[in-house]
């Protein structure tokens, strides 16, 4: 994604900012790994993470590391071709018009192109994908967070957030989750829809 240059939002103690970083991060880890296959260097970096296992969140980034150290980058490639791609289609079509109205390029894609041109985001010209792929969105999220465009205000996330992410992210994620293609993209369903829940009620709490 391309995007404007802003200013970044002032933090309001060291404690958000921490907490943002670890939100940034985690949107672009997981948007990464939706994107494209991992290469074998992916999935190294997979098998690193560590988390406390107090915490569901937590357990589900150990569920991923300990998928990634069990599995290769030829057999992840297969499975993204399975889960993503096929032949016309894959097993999931991870894209918000499709999850929303059964159909690719419907409102949810003209909405969020709308909202991304108000945030002075645009699709890089070597895309050829709609806007509302999955990771698409993640990435976006992330950038609201990190203040890369827009506001960054917690409104502006919220606002982005129910409407680009909360509306069918947990869905995917959780139907990611339980699929048996792959135990590394389960684990990843899992870890989306963790993460989808917490940031859910930390925008209620907020």
Known sequence: MQHAQSKVKPAVNDARVDED????HLYRLIAHYLSAPPTQADLELAA??????????GERIGALAA???STFAE?????????????????FVPFGSYYLTGFLNEKPLARL????????????????????????????????IAGDFGSGSLEAQRGFFETHV??????????LSVDGTSAFYAALGALG??????????????
């Not at 909202?115 to 990435?139: C, K, Q, T």
């Not at 909360?166 to 139907?175: E, L, P, T, V």
């Open 21 to 24: 970083a670890l939100r940034v």
């Open 113 to 144: 192109r709308s909202d991304m041109a108000m945030l002075g985001v645009a699709r890089n010209d070597d895309v050829s994908e709609p806007e509302d792929h999955i990771a698409s969105v993640l990435e976006i999220m992330a950038g609201l």
């Open 166 to 175: 909360r509306s069918w992210a947990g869905h995917f994620f959780r139907d």
């Open 48 to 57: 690193g993470l560590s988390a406390s296992s107090e915490t569901l969140l």
């Open 67 to 69: 998928a990634a150290r």
């Open 193 to 206: 829809l963790r993460f989808i829940e917490v940031e859910e009620h930390a925008f209620q709490l907020a």
């Open 75 to 91: 057999q992840e490639a297969d499975a993204y071709q399975t889960l993503f791609v096929g032949l016309g289609r894959g097993v």
